[in-house]
């Protein structure tokens, strides 16, 4: 069965750093989504990664997949506290058609 | 695009009673993801369909918990008897084809008493 994982579940941040939350995930797959949740609202979509080596970045956000190691990173460079909420990374199941399983998320606070 | 609507947004319940809640995909999407979300187990899958069929109905809890999409564009998760432990966040979502993002729908907050 299809585990995925984050590292770290809570990061606390000064603005200004640059820091990187990981995902990890047991099965194969080239289809990984990154997601933000602010707290009481929906989730919405951040990037889509659809195939080995992909990066894709928007403003202070970088995301990269690996699918030999099966690990993708999100990468926050220079914080600030407009990216405080919580971040959860989506795997497609190859092996389950259309199958999407959530991360636990991570928490992300950045501190003026 | 109106986006994926669910209803109700909030819903207050005493236990024992019968739950429906009710989900309109974005048009055009052929996939549609019923989640619950707690503090405790995160964001589980408990039901997706594709073309109006159900896949994988793995995750649904227990078998006071059933789902229907009879056309569409609209699905139902329903939870007859309810229990205080069904209090969660339920989100429905939806994407055109395999290998695409997931919309969400802004959720149904669920408190069974």
């Known amino acids: 069965e299809l585990k995925v994982e984050q590292n770290p579940l809570f990061l606390s941040m000064q603005e200004g750093k640059n820091y990187t939350i990981y995902c990890n995930y047991s099965?194969?797959?080239?289809?990984l989504y990154w997601y933000r949740q602010d707290p009481g609202k929906s989730l919405e979509s951040l990037f889509v990664?659809?195939?080995?080596?992909a990066v894709k970045q928007e403003g202070r956000l970088m995301a990269s997949l690996d699918t030999k190691a099966r690990l993708s990173t999100l990468h926050i460079t220079a914080a600030v506290h407009d990216l405080s909420a919580t971040y959860f990374c989506?795997?497609?199941?190859?092996?389950?058609?259309?199958?999407?399983?959530f991360g636990p998320g991570t928490s992300l606070s950045v501190i003026p | 695009d109106a986006g994926v609507i669910q209803s109700p947004r909030h819903e207050v319940t005493e236990m024992g009673q019968e739950v429906t809640l009710r989900c309109k995909p974005i048009?055009?999407?052929?996939?549609l993801f019923w989640y619950r979300q707690t503090m405790m187990r995160g964001l589980e899958l408990l039901i997706y369909?594709?073309?109006?069929?159900?896949?994988?109905d793995s995750g649904m809890p227990e078998d006071r918990f059933s789902a229907k999409m009879p056309n569409a564009s609209f699905s139902t998760l329903k939870i007859q008897p309810s229990e205080p432990r069904d209090s969660a966040v339920y989100f429905c979502?939806?994407?055109?084809?395999?290998?695409?993002?997931?919309?969400f729908g802004e959720g149904s907050r669920l408190t069974v008493l």
């Open positions: 979502a939806s994407r055109r084809s395999v290998g695409g993002e997931l919309f």
């Open positions: 048009s055009g999407h052929n996939s």
């Open positions: 990664l659809l195939s080995n080596g």
């Open positions: 369909f594709n073309n109006n069929v159900p896949i994988d």
């Open positions: 989506a795997v497609d199941m190859k092996t389950s058609y259309d199958k999407v399983i």
């Open positions: 099965t194969t797959s080239d289809r």
